[in-house]
């Protein structure tokens, strides 16, 4: 309920900054911007499809009335990922329409600001997409591939390209260049570069954190036959 509360919450002040950002006080706007990057943060985990959906619901409304503004696609990508990877066990319909959201925002985000942050994101699109086994699962998988490169070269020390890089790894058949021992190179290098990462920019979504890592380090373990290394 509480969750909901600060959501309802969020609303008024994002249609507060609607109002202000249209008379152009780019502070008020800044303000949604940060709220809703706060709250994504804070459900990150969370597999409550209601709140996700609600998430996004201000995130399009930011880029309805922000449309120049990469952090509200780059926030919408973000979500609409969460809200494929929440679905897609039982409804991979639903989530396929959610990862192809996901890729418009991603691209609107990565045109208009081509950084690490909306590179490794548009990376991890374009591998959600091809996790779901489609005709184009070797299209996505080779651009996947291709853009986690261009964002390792953007940014070698964060713990995001390393993260997504050794999840594609894992999950890509050894046929296809697949290996569990570079997965676990990648994975382990983004944990220790993790330990005292911090972003530039107080409006990018903090991922890539430890819990996260260490489950998929877990993942990988199971994949090896060694469940009981799984940390």
Not at 133 to 158: H, P, V
Not at 185 to 205: I, R, Y
Request: hydrophobic share 45%.
């Amino acid at each position: 309920m509480r969750h909901h509360l600060k959501i309802v919450s969020l609303w008024l002040a994002l249609l507060a900054s609607i109002a202000f950002a249209k008379e152009e006080t780019p502070p008020r706007a800044q303000e949604a911007l940060l709220q809703l990057k706060q709250q994504i943060e804070a459900h990150y985990f969370s597999y409550d499809e209601g709140v996700h959906r609600q998430l996004l619901g201000l995130a399009n409304g930011l880029v309805r009335h922000n449309p120049e503004a990469w952090h509200a696609h780059y926030y919408a990508a973000l979500i609409n990922i969460q809200l494929g990877n929440i679905v897609r066990a039982d409804r991979k319909a639903e989530a396929y329409r959610y990862y192809q959201n996901a890729l418009r925002h991603a691209q609107s985000a990565h045109e208009m600001a081509r950084n690490a942050e909306t590179t490794v994101v548009l990376a991890a699109t374009y591998g959600k997409l091809a996790s779901l086994r489609t005709l184009k699962m070797f299209y996505f998988g080779a651009k996947s591939k291709n853009t986690m490169i261009e964002a390792l070269k953007m940014n070698d020390r964060s713990p995001k390209s390393h993260l997504i890089i050794g999840v594609h790894t894992m999950w890509t058949p050894t046929v296809f260049g697949g290996s569990n021992d570079t997965a676990r190179k990648f994975l382990e290098k983004a944990l220790a570069l993790g330990s005292d990462w911090s972003e530039n920019d107080p409006l990018v979504v903090r991922w890539a954190t430890s819990p996260e890592i260490l489950a998929h380090l877990a993942q990988l373990e199971i994949f090896c036959g060694a469940p009981e290394r799984a940390r």
